[in-house]
């Protein structure tokens, strides 16, 4: 079973905070990774995509890799309330393959 | 952006009866439908992988002959949830690969429907 871990939370954060969303994955030969973020009720809207290690950022997020380590994570800059939502982290094996699914992180930015 | 195009948006149905779902995609080829499925707090779960023209490979433990998926055309993929009991009340949601995709080294992403909310009563 290839396992997406993540912590459920919730993670609060103040308003203007920076939020840190993390993600372990176990399966070593996995090629991309992605983070979506899903409101209630609603499917989930692609943030980010990385798929080489180290950073990288897109506006108030940055998306960060370390193969090595199996992990990956996504800063929110500037946390605003509209950013209060499930964060999930999915993780590609191959080009063509489905995405494995983390449970995803419960993010609340209170005002 | 690509998108795809999922109906219904939610749907009520009595025990015993069959659910079709359709995803459409509007602006693309789509080689590849994944369909998941995900229950309140849960994640998605996979359900099965169905591409164009050929029959669809369910995940273990999901029901071939109860979820049915058909992949007639490269824009066009079906989910039928037959004889439908209150357990199946989850919120299904359909993913597409671009055609365009194939060959490349590197997945950028696939393109999620809207979802539907299925309820059996």
């Known amino acids: 079973q290839k396992e997406v871990e993540q912590n459920s939370g919730p993670l609060s954060v103040p308003e203007g905070a920076i939020a840190s969303l993390n993600c372990t994955y ?7 990774f992605f983070w979506y973020r899903q409101y209630s009720g609603k499917s989930p809207e692609l943030i980010m995509f ?14 960060q890799l370390n193969k090595a380590s199996q992990y990956v994570s996504l800063l ?8 209060s939502a499930t964060y999930l982290c999915a993780v590609n094996p191959w080009p063509g393959y489905a995405l494995n699914f983390g449970k995803g992180t419960s993010l609340l930015v209170t005002p | 952006g690509a998108v795809v195009s999922q109906h219904p948006s939610w749907v009520i149905c009595k025990s015993g009866t069959s659910v ?10 789509a080689t590849t439908m994944f369909w998941y499925r995900q229950f309140p707090k849960q994640s998605l779960m996979l359900m099965a992988t169905s591409n164009e023209g050929s029959k669809a490979t369910y995940e273990q433990g999901v029901e071939k002959d109860k979820f049915l998926i058909n992949h007639a ?3 066009l993929s079906t989910l039928t949830v037959t004889s439908a009991h209150p357990e199946d009340s989850s919120f ?3 993913s597409a690969r671009d055609r365009r995709d ?9 393109t999620f429907g809207s979802g539907t909310r299925l309820t059996v009563v």
């Open chain 2, 20 to 29: 079709k779902i359709e995803c459409r995609s509007l602006d693309f080829q």
């Open chain 2, 92 to 94: 299904y949601i359909c």
């Open chain 1, 26 to 32: 176990s399966d070593r030969g996995s090629q991309s």
């Open chain 1, 76 to 83: 929110i800059r500037d946390s605003q309330p509209s950013d």
């Open chain 2, 102 to 110: 194939r060959g490349r080294a590197i997945n950028y992403g696939y």
């Open chain 2, 73 to 75: 055309s490269l824009t």
């Open chain 1, 50 to 63: 990385i798929y080489s290690n180290g950073d990288k950022e897109d506006g108030r997020f940055t998306a």
